[in-house]
């Protein structure tokens, strides 16, 4: 597939000062970091912490990546919600001119029916200036969109992909035998990476790419080049690490883990907490053996 969006997504998180301000030295020096193996940078997903970021600063943060973007990567601004009403106003605000799409996570908490689900991303898509990526991630949301949903919406003309993060392959099949071939089924799942570009994905939108985006370049290449003794073994390499980052909830564990690297600090906002000892004692092993 060649599009702009296959591959690596990198999730990139927020880092905060001790006062918990947005850092923009440490967010600089980790786009720097991960510019070189990535294919593209996703700004304000939840990763990013953008559940406690007010909407000024989204807009400055989105902005800063613009602008110290040393490779010229395509950006994907995270912009979703509850409220269609209040998202599709936004757009009057926001400057999505050098964005190539926006990630748009399903509505939480109104817990609405797959036709409300339907009927709020073409709503926001109608809206939306730029290609919609919709976000089904249903341990964070309380609904699934379902593969059916997913097809329907497929065929609007300004939604280009999904990022699946329901943990299921089989979803991932139905949808993916279901849509266009230029639709793109993009892993919300670290290690689903591999399994997605067997059945034809476009690749990820990463967490722990923020740490190790050297090894989800060598998931892809191995993939491409027919080495998929290389791609599984880069792709098992995370196999430890990875449930830590979710452990105390994202980014928690993975702000940890970049602090070990020495890109930025470990803090983030209320009502999250920075990592406890035992876990960071235990990234640090998982770390080690990497």
């Known amino acids: 597939m060649n599009h702009p969006l296959y591959g690596t997504g990198v999730a990139l998180v927020t880092p905060f ?36 970021i007010d909407f000024n600063d989204r807009r400055k943060i989105l902005s800063f990546v613009q602008n110290h973007n040393p490779a010229g990567l395509p950006v994907v601004f995270g912009h979703g919600g509850n409220n269609t009403r209040d998202l599709i106003e936004e757009f009057d605000t926001l400057d999505l001119s050098n964005v190539e799409a926006v990630l748009s996570i399903s509505p939480y908490y109104n817990k609405p029916s797959q036709e409300g689900i339907f009927q709020h991303f073409t709503a926001f898509a109608d809206a939306c200036p730029v290609p919609v990526i919709l976000y089904n991630v249903p341990g964070r949301t309380a609904s699934n969109i379902l593969p059916q949903t997913t097809i329907r919406l497929s065929q609007h003309r300004n939604i280009a992909g999904i990022k699946e993060a329901a943990g299921s392959l089989e979803q ?28 034809g994905g476009a690749g990820v939108i990463s967490v722990l790419a923020n740490a190790f985006p050297r090894v989800f370049r060598n998931i892809r290449e191995g993939f491409e080049k027919g080495d998929i003794s290389a791609a599984k073994k880069a792709a098992a390499s995370l196999t430890e690490i ?3 980052m979710y452990e105390e909830s994202n980014p928690v564990g993975l702000k940890a883990l970049l602090e070990m690297k020495h890109i930025c600090g470990p803090t983030v906002r209320l009502p999250l907490v920075e990592a406890t000892e035992s876990l960071k004692s235990r990234l640090k092993s998982a770390y080690d053996r990497i």
């Open 172 to 199: 991932a099949l139905q949808i993916q035998h279901g849509v266009n071939e230029d639709f793109l089924l993009i892993s919300g799942d670290d290690m689903l990476t591999l399994p997605f570009y067997s059945i």
């Open 242 to 244: 990875n449930p830590l």
């Open 17 to 52: 000062t001790e006062d918990e301000q947005v850092d923009y030295s440490g967010l600089e020096k980790l786009i720097h970091y991960v510019s070189e193996d990535v294919d593209y940078l996703v700004v304000m997903g939840t990763t990013g912490e953008s559940a406690t």
